[in-house]
């Protein structure tokens, strides 16, 4: 399968040219315009390649069909298959003036980057590099991030469309193409119509080493806690003034420091994790994440969390405050073991791009968790990229054309086996 990689290489550096970072702070959606002219040349650049049915939304999604090429004898049922990636940048590093570099033939050592001689690729800190001796390696000048995630996923994406539409000999069902906006800022699928987009399962091409399929994200909630203090004039405070900012910092204190927090948990551990404060003596709100891979453990720690609010509580006496829990998303795990093929023959498919699979788990969350809980089973498939939201944003080229190769052999499979699950049901 020869992939054209200098076209990959081209529109990926294109997109990632592009500043379309996106903000928490914003109240419309997308939640930056700037996000709509990538948007825009996606909707472009499908046109040009020969796809009659592409559209955007009022909110920022594309959206295309190529059509299916199997014959009306096809001896399998094939479902419409998704691939969705998503046009923003993180907002904790900038993506304005990217400048991609390739350094060629890696051979090893550490990759300084010239535009800040402190960012640099250091095989000690960062061993995946290790693992791609030979291969070219993409970076940015190390004043910006890259934008792999998920520029990159875009430009496998659209780079596999095109191989497909070049080889019709090629047998496929019908494919669904998404790019969708604000997923790093969590509302990725906000206005995201699944009917509409027509695909019965999806793949998130969103990760990252080589070879990973990610089908396991945490279960995640946001915890608000109000914190109500009574303000009086300081100079005449003595028995009277209940500082909530006294109370807060009480509070965050009484968790524990050695586990239940991101920078102590590893693999399927969750934490709680106080993630934002503001407010003044009379009132203080503090925002937490709180992370476990099921329900329950969720529940387990946000037991936790109210019970050192009401010891605070006991201790502060005069103080109120609420207690307030927002789902976020949920594990697709709960969703996608009921479609156990749609992860089988992507890892199917990584097997026939030359590579063994890996299945692995997200300490975070896709569209694709979100997504499969509004009916669309969808797991997520690598890039190839490494260090996302940082500087020191590297992908090699080599698992960019992996990446292609599996998307084609995910609807390779699906033409050849088709949906067990429709089939058992007739």
């Excluded at 040219?17 to 996106?22: A, F, G």
């Excluded at 996923?153 to 080889?167: K, Q, R, S």
């Excluded at 009917?195 to 089908?215: C, M, N, P």
């Excluded at 949920?330 to 996608?336: G, P, T």
Aim: some cysteine; aromatic content about 8%.
């Amino acid at each position: 399968m020869k992939i054209d990689t200098e076209k990959l290489i081209n529109r990926f550096k294109n997109y990632v040219k592009i500043d379309t970072q996106s903000s928490e702070d914003s109240p419309s959606y997308p939640s930056t315009e700037k996000q709509l002219e990538l948007s825009r040349l996606l909707l472009k650049e499908l046109k040009e390649l020969g796809i009659k049915n592409v559209k955007q939304t009022k909110h920022g999604y594309v959206f295309a069909t190529i059509p299916s090429n199997l014959p009306e004898d096809h001896p399998v049922s094939v479902p419409a298959i998704g691939f969705i990636a998503h046009v923003d940048t993180s907002p904790d590093v900038s993506g304005k003036d990217v400048n991609p570099i390739i350094h060629k033939n890696y051979q090893g050592g550490e990759i300084i980057l010239p535009g800040d001689n402190s960012q640099k690729i250091d095989p000690k800190n960062d061993p995946a590099i290790e693992d791609c001796i030979g291969h070219d390696i993409i970076t940015s000048d190390g004043t910006t991030l890259l934008g792999a995630d998920n520029k990159a996923g875009i430009a496998e994406i659209i780079t596999a469309v095109e191989f497909l539409l070049d080889n019709p000999d090629l047998k496929h069902g019908e494919i669904q193409i998404a790019f969708t906006v604000d997923e790093e800022v969590g509302t990725g699928t906000k206005y995201f119509d699944v009917k509409q987009f027509g695909a019965r399962y999806a793949y998130t091409i969103d990760g990252e080493t080589a070879g990973e399929l990610e089908d396991e994200t945490f279960c995640a909630d946001t915890v608000t806690i109000t914190i109500k203090g009574i303000n009086i004039h300081p100079g005449y405070a003595k028995n009277k003034l209940v500082n909530s900012i006294k109370i807060a910092s009480y509070l965050i204190d009484q968790l524990p420091s050695d586990k239940l927090s991101p920078e102590t948990t590893e693999k399927r551990e969750g934490y709680i994790h106080p993630n934002s404060i503001e407010g003044g003596t009379e009132v203080t709100k503090i925002k937490f994440l709180i992370r476990d891979f099921t329900v329950e453990g969720l529940k387990e720690k946000e037991n936790i969390l109210e019970s050192i609010m009401e010891n605070a509580l006991e201790r502060y006496k005069g103080a109120e405050a609420d207690f307030k829990v927002d789902e976020s998303y949920r594990n697709m795990k709960y969703i996608l073991d009921k479609y156990p093929h749609v992860v089988d023959y992507a890892m199917e498919a990584i097997r026939r791009s030359g590579m063994e699979p890996v299945r692995n788990l997200i300490r975070g969350g896709t569209d694709g968790a979100r997504l499969s809980f509004q009916g669309l089973p969808t797991p997520n498939i690598f890039t190839g990229g490494h260090n996302f939201h940082s500087k020191r944003e590297w992908i090699s080229v080599q698992d960019m054309e992996k990446a292609v190769q599996t998307i084609i052999n995910i609807c390779k499979v699906w033409a050849e086996k088709g949906d067990v699950n429709e089939a058992q049901t007739k």
